[in-house]
């Protein structure tokens, strides 16, 4: 493998350290949101929440439409055009007017540059690991592809310290007038840094082997549907899993402590402990998984998946703040 291709596979795993903090930083900031965007108080908290999750259904779509991108023009340019769309979207959402300057339009606005945020990610994170495992060598593409699962949550681990540390420095007028502004600013730098050193990528092999052999499906999605609609089923069901798990026992602590009567610093501040751990060990995963199997790792996550989340926060509603903290790391 060629310095170049290698320097190419390093930029698209760590690149989803942007995807992540962009996406989950809504989250994390989320009491600060309900009450810049939608006046505060419990009926605001809810309204915040769900956005996120109706923006969260244009993943999905994302997918698809970057998907068809990859599959046609290549996965360099899926990656160009989604992360310059999740720039765009997070300085407008940086540049937004709140509730006091705009009323209910400013509530609005958020929600429909979430719907933007959301569904570039579907085509970020899909294209990335595409791309890692289209470039990996074969008897490390577990390694390899977990690059991109741990690298997103230093994305997230970056959005709850920034998010933490704008909380803890501000006092609570500023945060609301001009402060909460200051992590989507970042999250734009950080975009625009990534969209340019993208720009000198290589595209994948697996790309550049049906281009030469002309195999590039003129329909891609309908191609997959009809030779693979189990495969299909079975991915659906996998990521699911995934997607369920990260967000009910990762990105759900700060507000679920918040609402137990927590300090909305401490809260975040203990995620970022829970997403020390998560980045210690996906890449020993990613490599068991070379090693034993995909499938004894994920039927063995998909237990604890059932065991451990009702049990965990029952545990964090009662317990001390190093129990807490326990119990988020184990989620």
Do not use: K
């Amino acid at each position: 493998m060629t310095v170049a291709r290698q320097r190419s596979m390093w930029v698209a795993g760590l690149s989803t350290v942007v995807e992540w903090y962009d996406f989950t930083l809504y989250l994390y900031f989320a009491t600060v949101l309900s009450r810049v965007f939608f006046g505060g108080g419990e009926q605001a908290m809810l309204v915040t929440l769900a956005g996120f999750a109706v923006s969260y259904l244009m993943r999905p779509l994302g997918a698809l439409c970057f998907g068809h991108l990859g599959d046609r023009l290549g996965r360099r340019w899926m990656l160009l055009a989604s992360m310059a769309l999740m720039a765009a979207a997070m300085l407008a959402t940086a540049l937004l007017p709140t509730a006091a300057t705009a009323g209910t339009t400013a509530g609005v606005l958020l929600l429909v540059l979430r719907c933007v945020m959301a569904f570039s990610v579907g085509g970020e994170y899909t294209g990335v690991v595409a791309y890692l495992l289209e470039s990996a060598p074969e008897r490390r593409r577990g390694l390899v592809t977990s690059l991109a699962s741990a690298a997103s949550e230093v994305g997230a681990l970056l959005a709850v310290a920034i998010s933490a540390a704008t909380v803890a420095l501000l006092a609570p007028v500023q945060l609301d007038s001009w402060g909460w502004r200051i992590p989507f600013f970042v999250g734009a730098a950080l975009a625009l840094v990534i969209l340019v050193a993208r720009s000198g990528m290589h595209e994948s092999p697996e790309f550049e082997r049906q281009r030469r052999e002309g195999s590039i499906p003129a329909t891609p999605l309908r191609h997959v549907l009809r030779n693979h609609p189990l495969a299909v089923a079975r991915t659906f069901a996998i990521s699911a899993l995934g997607s369920i798990t990260y967000y009910v026992g990762i990105t759900y602590v700060p507000a679920f402590l918040h609402a137990q009567g927590h300090d909305e610093g401490d809260a975040l501040w203990l995620s970022t402990i829970a997403a020390v751990a998560v980045i210690a060990i996906t890449p020993l995963c990613g490599a068991l998984s070379d090693r034993i199997g995909r499938r004894p790792m994920l039927l063995g996550l998909t237990v604890l998946a059932a065991l451990l989340p009702l049990s965990l926060f029952a545990w964090m509603a009662q317990a001390t703040a190093w129990g807490i903290a326990l119990a988020a790391v184990l989620l």
